[in-house]
């Protein structure tokens, strides 16, 4: 059966809370949420006019791989309510079973938590400009995608659609969730990260860099959510192809991000169609991802 574009829902029984770059989330009940992914792909802060079909099936199925594998590090938002019963509507479902997840309401936390483990991307022009990435000082003569001495926590602000994250120091991050959360969310976040590097490195895959997100609960018990480890919240590389010094090739949305630069367009909406290559080798690079990352 082939894959169609799944842009956006049709859900009228349940009240639409968020509209995201890539999600919709929807109110079930006092606390239960449903969050549904579509195929919609953004760039540089934009969303695109075009879509990846599959995509929304990828990242959610990309995500509950790893809600189960951190279920021992840290609690998450996943629920025992099952999506028949948020969405007792079979129309309403149709076509929504691999790309929703029932959550629960959680407060989600001010700031994204970015954790590299190479020098590449924003990281790599900070480095060339002041030798440090996000204020942290790294030893002079590495090379862009080298790999860093150890991973590195630079958290951001969380922006709207539209909108640019602001990368934020340590120190901000404290003034904005207090000392031990700060550090409850780094150090989570540094060994999700490690424990994921080493799952992916044995399957071909290195973790370039990546973003969690937290929510806390009533009793202010810090929780993952959104999204974990996808091709859109991380940066993959195939590890045969590796070679410090140059660019490697991407499992992720990179790919789309390189041919953006090579048009004449100045990053802010509305953005440009994807050509139908782009589309196809994009969404093919998804699906290995997911191939790889959740094989056994």
């Keep these: ?162 909108d640019h994250d602001e990368n934020i120091s340590f120190e901000q991050t404290v003034e904005l969730l207090g000392e031990a959360l700060a550090k409850q969310v780094r150090d989570v976040s540094l060994e999700i990260y490690n424990m994921a590097a080493e799952h992916a490195r044995q399957r071909g895959i290195i973790i370039a860099d990546t973003k969690f997100e937290f929510g806390l609960d009533a009793a202010g018990m810090l929780h993952l959510i959104d999204e974990v480890l996808t091709p859109d919240s991380s940066r993959f590389w195939p590890a045969e192809t590796w070679q410090p010094g140059t660019s490697p090739p991407s499992f992720d949305k990179q790919y789309v991000r390189d041919y953006l630069e090579t048009l004449d367009w100045d990053k802010t909406p509305p953005g440009p169609e994807l050509p139908e290559e782009v589309i196809r080798k994009t969404a093919a690079k998804y699906r290995e991802a997911q191939r790889l990352l959740c094989s056994s």
Excluded at 40 to 46: G, T
Excluded at 79 to 88: F, G, I, K, R, Y
Excluded at 119 to 142: E, M
């Design 1 to 162: 059966m082939p894959i169609t574009d799944q842009h956006d829902t049709s859900i009228t029984s349940l009240p639409l809370i968020s509209q995201g770059k890539v999600r919709e989330i929807y109110a079930v009940d006092d606390d239960h949420l449903l969050l549904v992914t579509s195929d919609r792909i953004s760039a540089f802060d934009v969303v695109l006019p075009s879509t990846i079909p599959g995509k929304g099936e990828v990242l959610t199925q990309v995500s509950l791989f790893w809600f189960d594998k951190t279920a021992d590090i840290i609690p998450n938002q996943l629920t025992e309510m099952t999506l028949e019963q948020a969405l007792p509507d079979p129309n309403e479902r149709r076509g929504l079973e691999k790309r929703s997840i029932v959550a629960k309401r959680l407060k989600p936390l001010p700031v994204e938590a970015i954790v590299r483990g190479y020098l590449i991307g924003s990281g790599w022009k900070d480095y060339q400009a002041s030798g440090k990435v996000c204020g942290i000082a790294l030893p002079p003569g590495l090379q862009m995608a080298d790999k860093l001495p150890e991973p590195l926590f630079t958290p951001s602000t969380k922006a709207a659609v539209g």
